[in-house]
């Protein structure tokens, strides 16, 4: 199993790459009210790519955060109801 997930990564790797050398000419950014800028669509698709994961990981943490039940309370120990 180790060997397929070895292959795999492999494989992801070089069609990134593959995708990055592609799309390394220059693109025109604006985004709202900034000024424009020239910036590789590699570094925007990486950008992007990174962002959104962010968010992914952020939206999964608040929601296994707020669908976690609330602990028990603890029952006193025995020694102490004495």
Do not use: D, H, Y
């Amino acid at each position: 199993m180790g060997k397929t997930k070895l292959i795999a990564a492999i494989v992801a790797f070089v069609l990134l790459v593959v995708v990055f050398v592609q799309n390394s000419q220059p693109v025109q950014f604006k985004f709202l009210f900034f000024e424009s800028v020239f910036v590789s669509k590699t570094l925007l698709i990486l950008v992007s790519a990174v962002l959104g994961a962010a968010v992914t990981l952020l939206v999964q943490f608040s929601w296994r955060r707020r669908k976690r039940p609330a602990a028990a309370p603890a029952p006193p120990s025995p020694t102490a109801a004495s």
